[in-house]
């Protein structure tokens, strides 16, 4: 069974590779900086802002208990629209970028 071989230096110069290649960064970076960004709140918000975390919402539930939820909440988020983007863009780009070079 003979193996193929791939130009590796041409398929990194391919417009499709590097639209693919944006796309995920520019994607993977703002999800990454955004959810980043959310869970340094939790520390910030707790050290600078005590108070902010002893707010009753409900009963004996507060603001703290229900930030610190909804990071879990915020990690599904995260979780869902990763592989959503995966599987209709990301596949779909690397689908054509495999035509094109196979």
Same mark, same amino acid.
């Given at each position: 069974?003979?193996?193929?071989?791939?130009?590796?230096?041409?398929?990194?110069?391919?417009?499709?590779?590097?639209?693919?290649?944006?796309?995920?960064?520019?994607?993977?970076?703002?999800?990454?900086?955004?959810?980043?960004?959310?869970?340094?709140?939790?520390?910030?918000?707790?050290?600078?802002?005590? +108070?902010?975390?002893?707010?009753?919402?409900?009963?004996? !539930?507060?603001?703290?208990?229900?930030? !610190?939820?909804?990071?879990?909440?915020?990690?599904?988020?995260? /979780?869902? !629209?990763?592989?959503?983007? /995966?599987?209709?863009?990301? +596949?779909?780009?690397? +689908?054509?970028?495999?035509?094109?070079?196979?």
């Amino acid at each position: 069974m003979a193996t193929k071989s791939y130009n590796w230096a041409q398929i990194a110069r391919n417009p499709k590779y590097l639209e693919l290649k944006q796309k995920k960064r520019r994607f993977l970076f703002s999800l990454w900086f955004g959810s980043s960004v959310y869970y340094f709140l939790l520390p910030i918000l707790s050290g600078y802002y005590p +108070d902010l975390f002893k707010i009753k919402v409900i009963g004996v !539930i507060n603001f703290g208990y229900l930030f !610190i939820l909804s990071q879990y909440v915020m990690t599904f988020c995260v /979780a869902i !629209i990763s592989t959503k983007m /995966a599987n209709t863009e990301f +596949d779909r780009l690397t +689908d054509e970028l495999v035509h094109e070079v196979g």
